[in-house]
Nanobody, 119 residues
């Protein structure tokens, strides 16, 4: 059974930084792509960023481009999201997702980690 466990959320002031982690298990799991999504209070889940684990290509929503960086450590089977220049509108529950589907239709999800940015 694949499990994804996020960590690293917290409360910061606007302009601050956080790094989220998502540990995937078992160690033998090799997804085709992984992503971060977020859900703000009263809103639907929104895509943030994707990484294709084989080639390392990355893609970002325009709202975070230039501020967030998605990366992976294959040795640790861990996904990261480095978030800089945080804004109050980045406040949300952040989820990582993974799939072996080449269309990146995600079927494994973590439990989420809360990020709160105050002005």
């Amino acid at each position: 059974q694949v499990q994804l466990v996020e960590s690293g959320g917290g409360s910061v002031q606007a302009g601050g930084s956080l790094r989220l982690s998502c540990a995937a298990s078992p160690d033998t799991y090799r997804p085709y792509c992984m992503a971060w999504f977020r859900q703000a209070p009263g809103k639907g889940r929104a895509w943030v960023a994707t990484i294709y684990t084989g080639g390392g290509s990355t893609y970002y929503d325009d709202s975070v481009k230039g501020r967030f960086t998605i990366s992976q450590d294959n040795a640790k089977n861990t996904l990261y999201l480095q978030m800089n220049s945080l804004k109050p509108e980045d406040t949300a529950m952040y989820y990582c997702a993974a799939t072996g589907d080449y269309r990146c239709e995600y079927n494994f999800w973590g439990q989420g980690t809360q990020v709160t940015v105050s002005s």
